[in-house]
């Protein structure tokens, strides 16, 4: 294991790595605690679980939309996390999707939630390092990226991966924070990184850049703060109000420790204060 994963595994997946139960053993005994059965379950019963960026699945249908996606639809989700946006995908567009991610607690939980939702015959997910997949030549019609560019430091690597991976003509679908006007250091810890050295946020100006240095066009490309920053806003006041009585449906603090509700407090001050800005945009390789 690299440096890098093992920085991303200890954020991601923190309870393990103080020497707790591994993230499938956790989320398996809360579903049980919340009544269901682990392996029998809804996307409505994992959503707290699946969608681990700004937006939730409204942000992921939006993309979609925004990307044209057709049904039969090959798709690379980089940084599937939990393997949310790859089964929205299979499920209410009909793609076929090959999930990935360096954090090897995410591909298992991933694989587990598609198999126990009935979509493992349209999804799958693989444990590697997004700059360097053992995936063959022009098997993607579609890179979908949802917050995870921010964790990559080697970019242009990622983008030339991409367009191995990428048929000609195919697209990039991103959803993406990078850093905003304000230059004043980032409020920490945030979902993406708790300390400076691992988070990875370029200026929109410089991704952009970087994109057309990497050999893609962009096709549509919107700032969509104003919203990400409402949603945010209003999951924090939720995260305010305490716990619910009686067991609940698993959330990211299972996944990221109790520091998750700060981590979502910081984030919303980051936004509002314009330190961190959201593009959600789509391009095609060159």
Same mark, same amino acid.
């Given at each position: 294991?690299?440096?890098?994963?093992?920085?991303?595994?200890?954020?991601?997946?923190?309870?393990?790595?103080?020497?707790?139960?591994?993230?499938?053993?956790?989320?398996?005994?809360?579903?049980?605690?919340?009544?269901?059965?682990?392996?029998?379950?809804?996307?409505?019963?994992?959503?707290?679980?699946?969608?681990?960026?700004?937006?939730?699945?409204?942000?992921?249908?939006?993309?979609?939309?925004?990307?044209?996606?057709?049904?039969?639809?090959?798709?690379?989700?980089?940084?599937?996390?939990?393997? $949310?946006?790859?089964?929205?995908?299979?499920?209410?567009?009909?793609?076929?999707?090959?999930?990935?991610?360096?954090?090897?607690?995410?591909?298992?939980?991933? $694989?587990?939630?598609?198999?126990?939702?009935?979509?493992?015959?349209?999804?799958?997910?693989?444990?590697?390092?997004?700059?360097?997949?053992?995936?063959?030549?022009?098997?993607?019609?579609?890179?979908?990226?949802?917050?995870?560019?921010?964790?990559?430091?080697?970019?242009?690597?990622?983008?030339?991966?991409?367009?191995?991976?990428?048929?000609?003509?195919?697209?990039?679908?991103?959803?993406?924070?990078?850093?905003?006007?304000?230059?004043?250091?980032?409020?920490?810890?945030?979902?993406?990184?708790?300390? +400076?050295?691992?988070?990875?946020?370029?200026?929109?100006?410089?991704?952009?850049?970087?994109?057309?240095?990497?050999?893609?066009?962009? +096709?549509?490309?919107?700032?969509?703060?104003?919203?990400?920053?409402?949603?945010?806003?209003?999951?924090?006041?939720?995260?305010?109000?305490?716990?619910?009585?009686?067991?609940?449906?698993?959330?990211?603090?299972?996944?990221?420790?109790?520091?998750?509700?700060?981590?979502?407090?910081?984030?919303?001050?980051?936004?509002?204060?314009?330190?961190?800005?959201?593009?959600?945009?789509?391009?095609?390789?060159?």
């Amino acid at each position: 294991m690299t440096d890098h994963a093992r920085h991303l595994d200890a954020h991601y997946d923190a309870p393990a790595e103080r020497g707790g139960q591994s993230l499938t053993t956790r989320l398996r005994a809360a579903f049980r605690e919340a009544g269901r059965d682990p392996d029998r379950l809804t996307l409505d019963e994992v959503a707290g679980i699946d969608q681990l960026h700004l937006g939730g699945r409204r942000a992921s249908r939006s993309l979609a939309a925004l990307g044209g996606l057709a049904p039969g639809s090959r798709v690379l989700d980089v940084g599937c996390g939990t393997g $949310g946006a790859s089964r929205l995908l299979a499920e209410e567009f009909g793609a076929e999707v090959t999930g990935l991610d360096i954090t090897a607690a995410f591909v298992e939980v991933a $694989g587990w939630l598609s198999r126990a939702t009935g979509l493992d015959d349209r999804t799958r997910f693989l444990c590697a390092d997004a700059a360097h997949t053992p995936l063959a030549d022009g098997a993607f019609d579609a890179v979908w990226c949802q917050h995870a560019l921010m964790n990559m430091p080697d970019i242009a690597a990622v983008l030339a991966e991409w367009q191995r991976l990428l048929v000609p003509g195919g697209t990039l679908l991103l959803h993406e924070v990078v850093a905003g006007g304000d230059p004043s250091p980032l409020r920490l810890p945030v979902p993406w990184a708790r300390r +400076v050295e691992t988070s990875h946020l370029r200026s929109r100006h410089a991704l952009e850049a970087l994109l057309a240095e990497g050999g893609f066009a962009p +096709v549509v490309v919107q700032d969509v703060t104003e919203s990400a920053l409402a949603w945010r806003r209003k999951h924090s006041r939720r995260e305010g109000e305490g716990a619910p009585s009686g067991p609940a449906l698993p959330g990211p603090a299972l996944i990221f420790g109790e520091v998750f509700a700060e981590m979502g407090r910081n984030l919303r001050d980051n936004l509002a204060a314009d330190r961190v800005r959201i593009l959600e945009g789509v391009w095609r390789r060159a």
